[in-house]
């Protein structure tokens, strides 16, 4: 099993759990997929803003919006 294997396995063992996300994503930025990284911290930034009103979410959603569309695998 790969590293990015094992880490992917921790995250969907732990889906209520950040911090595999937050360890993977840091992977990702040591392995040069800085983009990747970020979607991941946006998605958990996004998930604990208390309403949809809050202030700075309509800036990550669009933020995340870009990233997904600029780096999705057909």
Known sequence: M??????????????DD???RL??????DE?????????IRVQIALL???RITAPGRA???A???E????NKRK
């Open 18 to 20: 950040d911090t595999p």
């Open 63 to 65: 933020r995340e919006h």
């Open 59 to 61: 800036e990550l959603a």
């Open 67 to 70: 990233l997904l569309v600029r």
């Open 23 to 28: 360890v993977y994503a840091d992977w990702l």
């Open 48 to 50: 604990k803003l208390p």
């Open 2 to 15: 790969t590293e990015r294997e094992a880490l992917l396995r921790a995250v969907c063992e732990n889906p």
């Open 31 to 39: 392995h040069d997929e800085h983009e990747r990284a970020e979607f």
